[in-house]
């Protein structure tokens, strides 16, 4: 079974700076997906970016970008230039490329951004 | 990115009874849809996935006799929690997924469920 782990229960990070959430995962299939959610108190689950397994090149979403490193099985999500409503539950999600495509979920990071 | 819409965002309801959640795409056929559970400050934790005219797939651990799920059409399906219990209380979010989708899911607003 896969699994996703997020070691950082909670995270702080100045307005304006960057900060990086970590995320690796356990899977023994070769085509993959991964993704960062953002939840924020509205509990909304909003899509903050997508990394195929096959693809070397890192994903990158305006002030987002991740680190894929395949072989270590990891998936950091780094936030540029934070700012205020950056503040939410982060979510690393794990999704096989065949079968019922459903998401498997890391523990979650909490972010906090101080002005 | 494509809409789906949950309802109701917020229920109570009494020990005993039954309440149903309606998860519906708007702007797209929605093949699969996934219900999954959160509790306070936890993940999310898949509890089933339904195929639009068959049968939902249910997740280890999950009791199918108490949480029904329907997927009738391919924009709408239903979680239907019966004889709730205190214990039930969570939030359920729903998401769904098309065959041109396939690389994303889309999440509902989710839903808080109270039991009194």
């Known amino acids: 079974a896969q699994t996703v782990t997020q070691s950082q229960p909670e995270m702080s990070v100045q307005e304006a700076e960057t900060v990086t959430l970590s995320c690796t995962y356990d899977?023994?299939?070769?085509?993959?997906?991964l993704f960062w959610y953002k939840q924020p108190p509205s509990r909304q689950m909003i899509l903050v970016i997508r990394?195929?397994?096959?693809?070397?090149q890192n994903a990158t979403e305006n002030r987002f970008s991740v680190n894929f490193q395949k072989a270590a099985k990891s998936f950091s999500l780094k936030i540029s230039d934070s700012q205020l409503g950056d503040a939410a539950m982060y979510f690393c999600?794990?999704?096989?490329?065949?079968?019922?495509?459903?998401?498997?979920f890391g523990s979650g990071t909490r972010l906090q951004v101080q002005p | 990115g494509a809409v789906v819409s949950q309802h109701p965002s917020r229920v109570i309801c009494k020990s005993g009874t039954s309440v149903k959640i309606e998860c519906r795409s708007l702007?797209?056929?929605?093949?699969?849809m996934f219900w999954y559970r959160q509790f306070p400050k936890q993940s999310l934790m898949l509890m089933a996935t339904?195929?639009?005219?068959?049968?939902?797939?249910?997740e280890q651990g999950v009791e199918k006799d108490k949480f029904l799920i329907n997927h009738a059409s391919l924009t709408l399906s239903t979680l239907t929690v019966t004889s709730a219990h205190p214990e039930d209380s969570s939030f359920y979010i729903c998401?769904?997924?098309?065959?041109?989708?396939?690389?994303?899911?889309?999440f509902g607003q989710g839903t808080r469920l109270t039991v009194v």
């Open positions: 998401s769904a997924r098309g065959d041109r989708e396939n690389t994303e899911a889309f």
């Open positions: 899977t023994s299939e070769s085509d993959y997906y």
């Open positions: 990394q195929e397994a096959y693809k070397q």
């Open positions: 999600a794990y999704m096989r490329d065949t079968g019922r495509r459903a998401l498997t």
């Open positions: 702007d797209f056929q929605a093949t699969t």
């Open positions: 339904s195929n639009e005219g068959s049968k939902a797939t249910y």
